[in-house]
């Protein structure tokens, strides 16, 4: 009978001893399989952020590549003073408006000037 009980407490400590390893196990798949979800997370939001990143630059290029059209269809004058950040962030009807009115501006002044020749041309006919 000491024996059967001796034998009883050595499977009920057995039973409990494989009832925590098994309890162990699970709490480490469980820690890993959180830990590979969390991996994955990271490197999903990774690769979205480079993804931003690039089309980011490449929609500054393809900005900048507008903005040098623009540069050499109006000159560059009516730019003069502006970063490239600046130039980046105006929207391209301000950019033409911007060198609409440099274009005016010049045609008054030469229109000035044009007036200025006639009056000396007319006084020395005189």
């Given at each position: 009978?000491i ?21 162990r ?48 269809q ?13 130039l ?7 950019l ?31």
């Open positions: 009978m024996e059967n009980r001796k034998e009883y407490y050595e499977n009920l400590n057995t039973e409990k001893e494989r009832a925590e390893l098994q309890e196990e699970k709490t480490r798949r469980e820690a890993e399989k959180a830990e590979t979800k969390r991996r994955d997370e990271e490197e999903k939001r990774r690769t979205e952020e480079r993804s931003a990143r690039e089309e980011k630059h490449k929609d500054k290029l393809l900005k900048m590549e507008k903005v040098k059209k623009l540069m050499e109006l000159g560059e004058k009516p730019f003069e003073g502006l970063t490239e950040e600046e980046l962030s105006m929207e391209e009807e301000d033409l408006a911007r060198g609409i009115e440099h274009m005016s501006k010049e045609k008054d002044d030469l229109k000035q000037k044009m007036k200025q020749v006639e009056k000396r041309v007319d006084y020395y006919t005189r």
